[in-house]
């Protein structure tokens, strides 16, 4: 199993940045496709970003598209998203999470697709 835990949330003013760490364990995490979801307060878990395996194929969310990036460092077992040009809409607690897919290439965007999760981390956007 892969057990993930995530870092670097906290309070920012609209317009600025953050980066969000996620560390695995596990000898296997350069097998797994990458996740991070998030959820606000009152509305469902949704899609931000994810990355393949591999780190070559990434897919965004039309919300975040052009302010957030995903990457990966498989030597360091760990991924991150890099969030610039924040709003108050992207206050939320956000999720990492692994998927074992198919095919190295691919990128799934669905949460139930997702085998393992983290406990997430709070990112607050104040006007």
């Known amino acids: 199993q892969v057990q993930l835990v995530e870092s670097g949330g906290g309070l920012v003013q609209a317009g600025g940045s953050l980066r969000l760490s996620c560390a695995a364990s596990g000898r296997t995490f350069s097998r797994y496709a990458m996740g991070w979801f998030r959820q606000a307060l009152s509305n469902k878990r949704e899609f931000v970003a994810g990355?393949?395996?591999?780190?070559?194929?990434?897919y965004y969310a039309d919300s975040v598209k052009g302010r957030f990036t995903i990457s990966r460092d498989n030597a360091k077992n760990t991924v991150y998203l890099q969030m610039n040009n924040l709003k108050p809409e992207d206050t939320a607690v956000y999720y990492c999470?692994?998927?074992?897919?198919?095919?190295?290439?691919?990128?799934?965007?669905?949460?139930?697709?997702?085998?393992?999760w983290g406990r997430g981390t709070q990112v607050t956007v104040s006007s």
């Open positions: 990355i393949s395996s591999s780190g070559g194929s990434t």
């Open positions: 999470a692994a998927d074992n897919p198919p095919y190295s290439d691919l990128v799934v965007a669905v949460s139930y697709e997702y085998d393992y």
